[in-house]
């Protein structure tokens, strides 16, 4: 069924909002004031899913996406929209998230951006027939993809040097990340059945620091280094790193400036990845705690803690809904940075009892951290956010909220 559409705002996907007879209907590469012709593509109770055949009107913020996949690709999903307006929806996104789910009132916040192009560092193709890359949204259809404009050029370079690799063809995903603006490189090959290892290594070797098959490193080092400011951070392919590496030193000032550190603070890092924040902050407060469940994280963290001469700082391995009720630890300030499902019930328990001064809640997902700090509300008062674009292009967006004991 076709029909003719006003589009009247985003949602928080990036999808195109209009309504067919009062029925809401979302639109994906369609804009506020541009009215399209569409087919239905999906029809529910309550809503439609549509896509654009025609654009009758168009919005003076589209631009032309000059990425030849776009159309078919699951990667990013905003590229057609201004960079200026990108940076406008996602405050919006996030203030009407947290007034919607937790109740806040925020008349503006402070919008930090990033380069637009080539800023991710890391990447995870998939594999099919020998070629690599991404999955349509949602969906298995595979997209071949010989560059993309989202990622490092030195990961372009190495998916360029591996088209028509035959080893590719006993290789279900590929795990490439980039450091020191391309100076250092790990790749990790997941198989499908053995592979010729000595092929892969001849072939690429040149172009990487370390090569994995799985867990085992079959050449160079277990780990690679990247800076952040000052800091020095050795990380295995198994640990999280921030994906775009220059605004991660603005997300970790924002953390910094939020935290207002002082030689007396005893700061929790909880879900500390490679030990990277606390770290950070390390130099600026008496002793900081950092809790992680991925063990070889903290493998990491602690080479972390040797390289940069930092001793006021220890680590944990453990999951934070248990291992924090054993540690007892106690602190005045508390960083947390989960993944997108956001703080456990548990971990919520112990915040409440521990009653630190600060918490800043660092969040990739504005929906669950909204949730959590309603959950927090009766000790922690909300004080401030800023948002800060480690994706640009896609309609996520990174959070920075500070809250106060009440
Ligand atoms: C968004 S990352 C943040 C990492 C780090 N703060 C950084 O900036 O690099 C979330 C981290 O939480 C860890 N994690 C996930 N669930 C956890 C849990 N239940 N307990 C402890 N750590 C967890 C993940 O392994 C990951 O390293």
Redesign the pocket.
């Known amino acids: 069924m076709e029909f003719q559409v006003e589009i009247t705002r985003l949602d928080d996907q990036g999808r195109g909002i209009g309504y067919i007879d009062g029925k809401i209907v979302f639109v994906e590469n369609a804009l506020p004031q541009e009215v399209v012709r569409v087919l239905i593509t999906k029809e529910k109770k309550k809503f439609y899913e549509a896509k654009v055949i025609e654009r009758l009107v168009t919005s003076s913020d589209r631009i032309t996406p000059n990425c030849p996949y776009y159309d078919r690709c699951g990667g990013c999903n905003l590229m057609h929209l201004n960079y200026r307006k990108q940076l406008e929806y996602k405050k919006q996104k996030g203030i009407q998230i947290l007034k919607k789910f937790a109740g806040i009132e925020i008349e503006d916040a402070d919008m930090i951006d990033s380069d637009e192009f080539y800023y991710r560092n890391k990447v995870v193709f998939h594999v099919e027939d020998g070629k690599m890359g991404y999955y349509q949204k949602e969906s298995h259809h595979f997209v071949e993809i010989d560059t993309c404009l989202l990622l490092h050029p030195k990961i372009n370079q190495l998916l360029t040097e591996l088209k028509g690799a035959s080893f590719l063809n006993s290789v279900e995903n590929v795990m490439i990340r980039t450091f020191q603006d391309g100076l250092e490189t790990q790749i990790v090959f997941y198989p499908q059945e053995n592979l010729n290892q000595e092929e892969i290594i001849h072939r690429i070797k040149h172009l990487v620091t370390s090569i994995y098959v799985d867990n085992t490193c079959i050449y160079g080092t277990d780990e690679i280094l990247e800076k952040i400011g000052d800091r020095n951070y050795l990380v295995r392919p198994e640990?999280?790193?921030?994906v775009n590496t220059k605004t991660?030193k603005k997300l970790y000032e924002t953390v910094k400036e939020a935290l207002q550190p002082s030689m007396d603070d005893v700061v929790l890092?909880?879900?500390?990845?490679?030990g990277?924040?606390g770290l950070y902050i390390a130099p600026y407060v008496k002793y900081v705690y950092g809790?992680?469940?991925?063990k070889e994280?903290i493998i990491s963290a602690n080479k972390n803690k040797e390289i940069n001469r930092t001793k006021n700082i220890e680590f944990y391995t453990?999951?934070?809904?248990t291992i924090l009720h054993q540690l007892h630890l106690q602190a005045n300030k508390v960083i947390v940075?989960?993944?997108r499902s956001g703080l456990?019930q548990k971990t919520k328990e112990y915040l409440l009892k521990l009653t630190p001064e600060k918490l800043i809640y660092?969040s990739?997902n504005p929906v669950t951290l909204a949730r959590d700090i309603k959950d927090l509300s009766e000790k922690y008062q909300f004080q401030t956010v800023t948002f800060v674009d480690m994706f640009p292009n896609t309609e996520h967006v990174e959070c920075v909220c500070l809250l106060k004991l009440r």
């Not at 640990?239 to 921030?242: K, W």
């Open positions: 640990s999280f790193f921030q991660t890092d909880l879900y500390c990845g490679a990277t924040i809790v992680e469940i991925v994280a453990g999951d934070t809904k940075d989960p993944p456990d660092v990739c």
